[in-house]
C-alpha cells in the first residue's frame, strides 16, 4: 500500500512540475512582450492615436510586436551591442543593417524635419499594397498617404562615410514635405506603421552616363536598396494584403562630376563631410588633400584655405609639396610647398571658378622621359581625366618649355589656360580643389584605387587619342598581304648603347622584320616619335627612359626589354614590365649575359662585380646606376637573342 501510494505522489509531482516550466515560458513570453511594448511605446506598433484600431489589426499587430521584441533580442545577442530606442526609435548605427523601421510622425515634427532637410532631399517613393479585403476607409487612407510620399538624395559620388550615415538617418527617421501636406490635409490622425524584416529582395547599381550636349560626364546612379519582409501572424494589418507585403526605397543620386554647372544644390552635402581629414598621407608615393566646400587658393601666399561652415570645430594645417616622390629629399628640395589649413577667416575672393582645380608641381625629374612619365603624365591623367577638361590647373615650379613640349596633353585634360602658381597674385574661389595628384607604383595606374578604377590600359588609350595614332590594336601576320612586321630598335649614344647594332639589324632582318632605328631623347619630337611607335609591332632596347615610349604601341604589340649586367631584373620590371602587361602589351625579358657587358673591358673576370653583382646593391641606388648603367654598354650575342625575336614572330602570328 505505501508503495502504491509512493508511485501516486511521484506522478502528482512530475505532473506539477510540468505545470510549472508551462508557467514559466508563458511568464517569459508574456515578459518578453511587455518588456518591448514598453520600451518601443506601444502606441508606435499597436494603437492609432484618436481612433480606435479594430481587433484583428490589435491581434496582429500584438503578434507581430512579440516576434520584433524576440529578433531584437537575438540582434543584440549576436552584435554584441545594446539597442537603446531613442524616442522609440533605434539610431542608424545601432539598428541591424537587416532591419528597417519607418515610422510616421505628427505634422509638427514632419514640418521640422522637411525644413532640415530642404537642401538634400526631394522626394522618395515608397509603394505599398493594399489588401482587397481589408476595410475600405483603411484603403484609402493608405494610397492617399503613400502617392504623395517621396524623396530624392542628391550627393557628391565621393561623400565619405559620415555623409552615407546622415543620409540613411533621414531615410529612416525623417519625413518630406509631401508627406507633411498629406498629413494636414486629413491623414493626421490615421498614423502607418511599417515593420519590415529580413527576407532577400534586390540591389542594383546604374553607373555614370555620359551628358552628350555639352561633353561632360555626369554620373546618375541609381540604388535599390534590400527591404525584407515578415509574415503576419494572424491574417495582415488592415492595410496590408496578406503575404504581398514587399516594398522598396529607391534612392536617386545625380552626381554632378564636370563641376561647371548650377551648383548650389551641393552646400549641404559637401557640409557633410566635416569629419574627414582635408589630407591624405597614407600613400608612399605622394599625399594628396582633397576638399569639397568653400576653398580658398592664394598663390601669392602658398596657401589653400577651406572655409569652415558654422559650427566646425575642426583645425587643421597640412604642409604639401605636390610633387609624387615622397620621401625624396633631394627631389622635393626645389618643390614649393602648399600650406593647406581649415579657417573661418580668409581674403576675399577676386576670382570664382565653376570646375575643379588641380595643384601640381613641374620641376623635379622632369627633364627625364620616363620621370616626365611616371612623375606628371601618368598621376596627372589619373587625378583629372574625370573632369573630362573641366578642370583648371595651378602650376607651381613651372616649366614653360615642358607644358609646350607636352602642349597636346594639356588641351585634352583641360580646357582652361594654365596658371603659373608661384606668379599669381589672384585670390581664387572654387568649391572642388585637389593638391597633388594621385600616383602608385612607377608609371602604373592602381586600378583598385585610383579614380573610377582607371589603369594603364586608359592611359595607353588616352596617348593614343590624344596625339591622334592610327592603330589601336596590331594585325595578325598573314593579315595584310606582303607586309612584313615593324621592329623598332631604341638607341642609345650615351650609355647602355648597342655595340652591335649593325650586326643585331641584319639578323632582325634576316628573320623577316622590317626594322627601324630610333633614338629617344629629350629633345625628340612627341608628336613625329609617337607616329613611329604606334606604326611597329615589336619594340626592343636596352633599360632606359627611350622605353617610355611604349605608351603609344598598339594595343597585343611586343615589348622586349633587354637587362644590362648587375642584377637589375627587379627594378626593369617594376619600371617597364609591369606597366607594359598592364597596358595589354606583351612584354619579354631578356638579360645580358657576363660575355655581353662591356663590363669585361673594366674589370677581370674574377671580380666581384661578375660574381655578386647584388652586393653592391647594398650601397644604394645612386652606386648601383654608376656602376651598372652609367658605365656599361651592351654588345648583344645575336645567337642567343635570335630566338627571342623568333618567339615574338610566332606570337605575332597568333
Known amino acids: 500500500m505505501k508503495a502504491v501510494e509512493r508511485a501516486k505522489l511521484v506522478r502528482s509531482l512530475q505532473q506539477e512540475s510540468r505545470r510549472l516550466r508551462m508557467l514559466v515560458l508563458v511568464i517569459g513570453f508574456f515578459l518578453v512582450t511587455l518588456t518591448f511594448v514598453v520600451v518601443t511605446k506601444p502606441d508606435a506598433l499597436l494603437f492609432n492615436r484618436k481612433q480606435t484600431t479594430p481587433p484583428t489589426a490589435i491581434s496582429s499587430s500584438c503578434c507581430a510586436g512579440a516576434s520584433l521584441g524576440i529578433f531584437l533580442m537575438l540582434g543584440v545577442a549576436a552584435t554584441g551591442r545594446n539597442l537603446v530606442p531613442v524616442n522609440g526609435r533605434l539610431s542608424v548605427d545601432q539598428a541591424p543593417r537587416s532591419l ?105 547599381i546604374h553607373d555614370a552616363t555620359e551628358d552628350g550636349d555639352n561633353g561632360k560626364q555626369e554620373g546618375r546612379r541609381h540604388i535599390t536598396v534590400p527591404v525584407f519582409t515578415f509574415p503576419w501572424c494572424f491574417g495582415g494589418p488592415p492595410d496590408v494584403a496578406d503575404g504581398k507585403t514587399e516594398a522598396e526605397i529607391k534612392l536617386a543620386k545625380d552626381v554632378d562630376q564636370s563641376n561647371g554647372g548650377d551648383r548650389s544644390h551641393q552646400t549641404a552635402l559637401d557640409n557633410m563631410d566635416w569629419n574627414k581629414p582635408l589630407c591624405d598621407f597614407s600613400n608612399f608615393r605622394a599625399n594628396v588633400c582633397e576638399m569639397r566646400g568653400n576653398i580658398r587658393i592664394h598663390p601669392n601666399g602658398s596657401s589653400v584655405m577651406y572655409m569652415e561652415p558654422p559650427g566646425s570645430k575642426r583645425n587643421e594645417q597640412w604642409k604639401v609639396k605636390p610633387y609624387p616622390r615622397k620621401g625624396d629629399e633631394l627631389c622635393l628640395g626645389q618643390i614649393t610647398e602648399v600650406t593647406v589649413q581649415s579657417s573661418n577667416v580668409a581674403p576675399e575672393c577676386t576670382k570664382y571658378h565653376d570646375v575643379p582645380a588641380v595643384i601640381f608641381a613641374l620641376t623635379g625629374y622632369t627633364g627625364n622621359l620616363f620621370h616626365d612619365y611616371t612623375d ?63 600616383a602608385y607604383m612607377e608609371f602604373t595606374i592602381d586600378p583598385l584605387k585610383a579614380p573610377h578604377n582607371y589603369s594603364m590600359v586608359d592611359f595607353n588609350r588616352f596617348m593614343r587619342r590624344t596625339y591622334s595614332l592610327p592603330r589601336d590594336a596590331v594585325t595578325a601576320l598573314g593579315e595584310i598581304p606582303k607586309t612584313k612586321p615593324r621592329l623598332l630598335i631604341i638607341s642609345r649614344q650615351r650609355t647602355r648603347m648597342f655595340l652591335n647594332l649593325k650586326e643585331i639589324v641584319a639578323m632582325a632582318e634576316e628573320i623577316g622584320y622590317e626594322v627601324v632605328v630610333e633614338e629617344a631623347n629629350v629633345n625628340s619630337n612627341v608628336t613625329h616619335f609617337a607616329k613611329v611607335v604606334n606604326s611597329v609591332d615589336v619594340m626592343m632596347g636596352v633599360h632606359g627612359a627611350g622605353l617610355t615610349n611604349c605608351a603609344f604601341l598598339p594595343h597585343g604589340a611586343i615589348l622586349i626589354q633587354i637587362v644590362p649586367w648587375g642584377a637589375l631584373d627587379g627594378i626593369c620590371r617594376i619600371d617597364f614590365g609591369y606597366p607594359a602587361e598592364q597596358m595589354g602589351l606583351r612584354y619579354k625579358h631578356y638579360s645580358i649575359g657576363v660575355h655581353e657587358s662591356s663590363l669585361t673591358d673594366q674589370y677581370p673576370l674574377d671580380h666581384e662585380i661578375f660574381k655578386n653583382p647584388l652586393a653592391f646593391h647594398k650601397n644604394g641606388f645612386e652606386f648601383v646606376r654608376q656602376t651598372f648603367m652609367d658605365t656599361q654598354n651592351v654588345r648583344l650575342d645575336c645567337n642567343r637573342f635570335r630566338p627571342v625575336l623568333l618567339e615574338a614572330l610566332d606570337q605575332l602570328n597568333q
Not at 533621414?170 to 490622425?189: I, Y
Not at 589619373?382 to 573630362?388: I, P, R, V
Request: net charge negative; aromatic share 6%.
Open 100 to 204: 528597417l523601421i519607418r515610422q510616421r510622425v505628427d505634422a509638427d515634427a514632419a514640418a521640422d524635419a522637411a525644413a532640415r532637410s530642404a537642401d538634400t532631399l526631394a522626394a522618395v517613393d515608397t509603394k505599398m499594397v493594399n489588401d482587397d479585403n481589408a476595410a475600405e476607409e483603411a484603403n484609402a487612407n493608405a494610397r492617399a498617404a503613400s502617392e504623395d510620399e517621396k524623396r530624392v538624395l542628391t550627393s557628391e559620388p565621393d561623400q565619405g562615410k559620415k555623409a552615407e550615415q546622415a543620409t540613411a538617418s533621414e531615410l529612416l527617421g525623417g519625413e518630406d514635405e509631401d508627406s507633411t501636406k498629406g498629413l494636414q490635409e486629413g491623414h493626421q490622425e490615421h498614423l502607418e506603421h511599417k515593420v519590415t524584416l529580413p527576407t532577400v529582395s534586390n540591389y542594383t
Open 376 to 438: 606628371v603624365l601618368v598621376p596627372l591623367f589619373t587625378t583629372a581625366s574625370e573632369f573630362n577638361g573641366e578642370v583648371q590647373f595651378l602650376i607651381t615650379n613651372m616649366a614653360i618649355w615642358w607644358t609646350r613640349k607636352y602642349g597636346v596633353v594639356f588641351e585634352k585634360l583641360t580646357k582652361y589656360p594654365l596658371i603659373d602658381f608661384d606668379k599669381d597674385n589672384e585670390v581664387h574661389c572654387f568649391k572642388h580643389a585637389i593638391v597633388g595628384l594621385h
